[in-house]
């Protein structure tokens, strides 16, 4: 029986289990916590939001979960609440990732969290067995034709090369060295057990067409799974443990790509061929029953962006009308309202005013997205430490 989420356990106290969360942009985090109002929009997410919040709708703090965070000019230390996401208003996964494990595994928890915005696996994450990034001909050729200085572009990239993962592993151990730092009621002689690490990472991979120029192609994103295999094999090794569980965020924004619409079907295959790199180490026989794939890409919002597009196209309306038309600012303003009013029902208004927070690719800001990511790492996590 699982003890309930708001209690320590006092006696017999197993090593306190930690867990790493590391990656980019959206590990970090772009939801705004004003979004948590659209999350009880929907009546499926009710027992999860109540979980993340106070019956008053302040954020609520996890009395037995902790987390060290490190960031771009940022360290933040303390018990678990909204706010270690990309600023103090926002949440990344981390949230209810430290809500669903805490529950499922009854006892305390410590989170270490390492995200910085915009950095890659091929470069920045790049570890010592995957060996020095190589440029591409059609790269070298460029620079050549761009007249750039090739042996100070390639000395910039070596010294640049694996530097965020050298960061990650330098915040884990010092943390673990001084648990009580961090988590005051820590027991040094309980112990620690590093019970999992979630990677959630993809957007400057997924665009870098100079590193993986046949990216719409089958196969094209193949050295990026050959990078990611030999993270795992690398931070396990760096951190001392060799079958540490690994859950890998399939970067899903935009939804599954059967439901593209015919605005994204330029998009389709390469980035499917990009979610198929990501999962791919999953599936290899070393891993087996110790790395596992969570596609985000079926936590997407399909309503929200569905109204994100009928919002757009008011907005060229208007913006055409003002051409045309000659409107002022507060013209303008007016038409927009009058057009939205048209166009959506009062529900549909206020999903789009409280729903969104950020652009596409950071999963549109949205706490209701992210709040589901977070959970859906957690439980393939809690999976993988049952085997």
Known sequence: M????????????????????VGQSNMQGHAKITTFEHIGMDPKMAPLLREMQNADGTPRVCKDVWISYLSTKVMKEGALTAGFGADDNKIGPELTFGITMQKQLGEPILIIKAAWGGKSLHTDFRTPSAGP????????????KRGQDLKAIKADKEKATGHYYRLTLAHVKSVLSNIEKVYPEYDPKQGHELSGLVWFQGWNDMVASGTYPDRSRPG???????????FIRDIRKGLSTPKLPIVIGVFGVGGPVDKYGPDQQRYK???????????????????????????TENYWDMELEGLIKRDSKIKGEVKKAQSSKKLNGKEAQALRIEL???????RELKSLEIGVSNAGYHYLGSGKIMAQIGKGFAEAMAELNSK
């Open 220 to 230: 094209g994103y193949d050295d990026y799974s050959e990078v990611m295999g030999h």
């Open 269 to 295: 295959s390469t980035h499917q061929n990009f979610r198929m790199a990501m999962a791919a180490p999953a599936s290899l026989p070393e891993f087996k029953g110790n790395v596992a794939a969570v596609l």
């Open 2 to 21: 699982l003890l309930p989420a708001s209690r320590c356990m006092a006696a017999d106290k197993k090593p306190l289990k930690v867990f790493v969360l």
């Open 133 to 144: 990034y190589k440029f591409s001909e059609a790269d070298l050729e460029n620079f050549k």
């Open 340 to 346: 939205r009013k048209k166009e959506f029902s009062k």
